[in-house]
């Protein structure tokens, strides 16, 4: 389900553009041309080389790819307790690591997880409002929709966008003619 705060998003792209920043930044100082290329273990050895913000954005960056990695299998094998701790460890490192929380995405938040059906849920995008994404027990998702729905407006007084969606096939390369 996607679940939009609808709420108003003010100076999030200096906000991103500085996330950025320290991204590239704690890549730079740690001789790798992107995040992607460091591991848990190299940025703890180094993580004193690196100051404060700067070490919190990276951790979340190389913990967010571990859970990407960690999320695949746990989908593959239908590990639904590992689904739900994976999405929360991500909502946590985007709230205190990354700091792109919000107070409609915390409302947001506690809707999601305290509705029917629900199995896991997590930030989407670049934070600060905009849409937060769960897994629904197929069959539950009218009445999450519902309760979602009365819960964050009830918190914010915002209605939001609550609505299924379907995962796809993905990516994949087009036939040639």
Do not use: W
């Not at 950025?20 to 790798?32: D, F, H, I």
């Not at 999601?112 to 069959?139: D, K, N, S, T």
């Amino acid at each position: 389900m996607i679940c939009n705060t609808c709420a108003p998003r003010q100076l999030v792209s200096a906000e991103y553009a500085l996330r950025r920043s320290q991204c590239e930044e704690g890549a730079k100082r740690l001789g790798v041309a992107a995040l992607r290329h460091v591991s848990m273990m190299q940025l703890e050895a180094r993580s004193g080389d690196l100051p404060p913000d700067v070490r919190k954005r990276s951790l979340f960056i190389v913990a967010e790819n571990q859970r990407v990695l960690d999320l695949a299998e746990a989908l593959s094998s239908g590990d639904r307790a590992s689904l739900g701790r994976l999405f929360a460890e991500s909502f946590a490192g985007a709230r205190d690591l990354f700091e792109i929380c919000s107070p409609p995405m915390l409302a947001m938040m506690q809707a999601m997880l305290a509705a029917p059906g629900v199995i896991a849920a997590r930030q989407a995008g670049g934070g600060f409002g905009g849409c937060m994404v769960a897994l629904v027990e197929r069959g539950c998702t009218t009445d999450f929709e519902a309760a979602v729905a009365d819960s964050y407006r009830e918190a914010t007084g915002i209605r939001p966008e609550v609505y299924p969606v379907a995962a796809g096939r993905g990516a994949s390369l087009l036939p040639h003619d």
